[in-house]
């Protein structure tokens, strides 16, 4: 989604900068004045270089800065020196540049969660609404320990995810050069020294029909690469339209053995963030919002998106949800039983606990399952060849010690 740099000017007359991720410069102008705000200028932002090598924010400076600002705020200091304290400590240069312009604008007079909101890279949608509803209820130490934990568990979920996918990668990776290095130097090599012998009539079928697909992979290498290199571009030009990502995180849903896994994935993110959100008081129609928008899956966002509209005609939360199908019925009890007790946002959290560890197990499965299976594939491609060039080897030495 690009993003807009606008200029607005609040009722006081004071002037408000920032950027906005949207989808039209008319969507930030509406966003504006739902804030109460008149816009001055919208314009798309435009694209810049910035060279962040080992400079970038990842989630551990993020948890130890939240952690470090609640502990500190809850001791009674000041935000501006707490910021200050932080930036100046912060071995991080990029994050300390990104701290001091957040002071800065705090001593400017705009409100914590504005200032954190001009940095969304660092500070998503999602940081700056929990730490806006900090700043109403004046509980922001204890809604940014909720953030610290809530980061917490989205990067080990995160990692669970690429702990799965990289197995799998790195050995179809490894098969693919493997098989290639054979099919192009190993097996031509022999089929020359065959051809030497004066056996090349004389050969097994299978070694025949090793040797042909050998010289087939090496005469239409060019034509191969040129056509993976047009699918892969067309695939990634696919996805990046909305339907064409609609049907791969479809896809990916419903896909054996992976499947099951990425749902339970999508349903302890849902849980979780939606729970911490309730629970640091934010309404629930901005909560499903925010939700929607960091669901990672477009057929997920869109279920949150139709319970949303439903709950705004007057309508439950756990109704919707089971209509829309995309998530297991038990979930959607556990959410109903949660709204009737008027506990929702601990269930929630409850719902989240219970999934992680689902997903913990099935990560573990996964991987158990698709390890002997990528093995024996491959070695059954590797010993097929071999067995196929020894062949006539051992019936070239069988002549020759007959002779």
């Known amino acids: 989604m690009p993003e807009f740099v606008y200029e607005a000017k609040a009722r006081t007359g004071e002037l408000r900068r920032g950027v906005r991720e949207a989808e039209s410069e008319d969507a930030v102008s509406n966003w504006l004045r739902s804030q109460q705000l008149n816009p001055i200028k919208v314009k798309k932002k435009g694209r810049e270089i910035n060279i962040t090598i080992g400079q970038g924010v990842t989630p551990k400076d ?114 693919v050069i493997v098989i290639s290095v054979l099919m192009t130097w190993v097996i031509p090599t022999f089929s020359q020294m065959f051809a030497d012998f004066g056996a090349a009539d004389e050969m097994p079928a299978l070694t025949k029909l090793v040797i042909s697909i050998s010289q087939g992979f090496v005469k239409w290498l060019p034509l191969m690469v040129i056509v993976g290199a047009g699918t892969a571009a067309g695939v990634t030009w696919a996805y990046r339209q909305p339907a064409g990502r609609e049907f791969a995180h479809r896809m990916l849903l419903e896909m054996p053995l992976i499947g099951p896994v990425m749902r339970k994935i999508a349903v302890a993110r849902f849980t979780r963030t939606l729970g911490t959100l309730l629970s640091s008081g934010v309404p629930i129609l901005d909560a499903l919002d925010i939700v929607a928008a960091s669901a990672g899956n477009v057929v997920i966002e869109k279920a949150i998106q139709t319970a949303r509209a439903r709950i705004s005609e007057g309508r ?8 829309t199908k995309a998530f297991p ?20 959290n409850k719902i989240a606990d219970f999934y992680e560890e689902e997903v913990d197990v099935a990560v573990a499965a996964l991987t158990s399952l698709l390890e002997p299976l990528m093995m024996v594939g491959l070695g059954g491609v590797c010993g097929v060849i071999l067995i196929a060039m020894y062949l006539p080897i051992f019936e070239i030495a069988g002549k020759v010690k007959a002779s």
């Open 316 to 323: 439950n939360l756990s109704e919707p949800l089971l209509e």
């Open 62 to 175: 993020l948890v130890i800065f939240t952690r470090q600002f609640s502990t500190m705020i809850d001791a009674g200091l000041p935000l501006v020196q707490c910021l200050d304290i932080l930036a100046n400590q912060n071995d991080n240069p990029f994050f300390a540049n990104i701290l001091r312009d957040v002071k800065n604008n705090v001593e400017q007079g705009r409100n914590f969660s504005e200032s954190l909101a001009r940095h969304p890279k660092v500070f998503d949608h999602l940081y700056c609404n929990l730490v806006k509803a900090g700043e109403i209820g004046g509980i922001l130490d204890t809604i940014l320990n909720r953030l610290a934990v809530y980061i917490e568990k989205r990067v080990k979920l995160a990692r669970q995810v690429r702990g799965a996918l990289v197995y799998p990668t790195a050995i179809v990776g490894i098969s």
């Open 329 to 348: 019925p038990m979930v959607v009890q556990m959410i109903g039983v949660g709204e009737q007790t008027g506990a929702l946002d601990t269930m929630l």
